[in-house]
């Protein structure tokens, strides 16, 4: 069973630019979540979709925003990037209830010069 | 040894000893918890997770203790290999809650 995919594995992008970040999850699984891991730092918790609706959000300006589409598969949009949005996007999935376990993707490492 | 300091607490232990990653938790309402395996430039793994109603669960080599007196977690890998090197973090989740809450984690190095 294939686990959850993020594409792209490294996006470089300028400072006002915007990005866009793509996940899907495992086969089953309706809720994704996306995370931020800045350099030496934990996972800050981002965005949560599951059944196409936003469900939670973290301590994030607006400019992070995102969607799940039909497939469940998601998006995470940054725009006017700021050198500090540099970080490895982590994007997880679970089945869509409480205290199941998320599997994550293998990221996509945000460079922003 | 162990320190604690500016970067992620580090473990270093030889090839073939048992590890133990300590974690110490902050809500006494969280009854799930989860240990994650990161490697360099990777997304973090699922290890081994526990729910509250019990205090031990035993994996492949791996082994969770959980303390709620105390809330405080560890992680054991038996016979530790060099392949085991990475970081490892806990997490966790309030009943009901769907976002878990993530540890720092601890930085284990394995030496050949």
């Known amino acids: 069973e294939a686990g959850v995919t993020q594409s792209p594995t490294h996006l470089i992008k300028t400072r006002g630019q915007q990005a866009t970040l793509r996940c899907s999850p495992i086969s089953g699984h309706t809720s994704v979540y996306w995370y931020q891991q800045a350099l030496g730092l934990g996972l800050q918790f981002l965005l949560w979709?599951?059944?196409?609706?936003?469900?939670n959000r973290g301590n994030f300006p607006p400019r992070f925003s995102g969607r799940q589409f039909p497939n469940y598969s998601s998006e995470l949009n940054v725009n006017a990037l700021e050198l500090e949005d540099s970080a490895l996007y982590l994007c997880a999935s679970s089945f869509g209830t409480s205290g199941e376990t998320q599997y994550f993707g293998p990221g996509t490492r945000l460079l922003v010069l | 040894g162990e320190s604690v300091g500016l970067h992620l607490p580090t473990l270093s232990v030889q090839e073939g000893d048992n590890s133990i990653i300590n974690c110490a938790y902050s809500?006494?309402?969280?009854?799930?918890f989860i240990w994650y395996k990161q490697e360099s430039g990777k997304g973090p793994q699922f290890i081994i997770d526990?729910?509250?109603?019990?205090d031990k669960r035993q994996g492949q080599r791996v082994t969770v203790l959980l303390n709620k007196t105390v809330k405080h977690l560890s992680l054991q890998i038996a016979a530790t290999q060099p392949g085991d090197s990475a970081v490892y973090f806990c997490a966790e989740n309030k009943g009901g809650s769907y976002i878990p809450t993530f540890g720092r984690g601890t930085s284990l190095i394995v030496h050949p």
């Open positions: 526990i729910r509250s109603n019990m």
């Open positions: 809500n006494s309402a969280s009854d799930y």
């Open positions: 979709y599951d059944e196409g609706e936003e469900r």
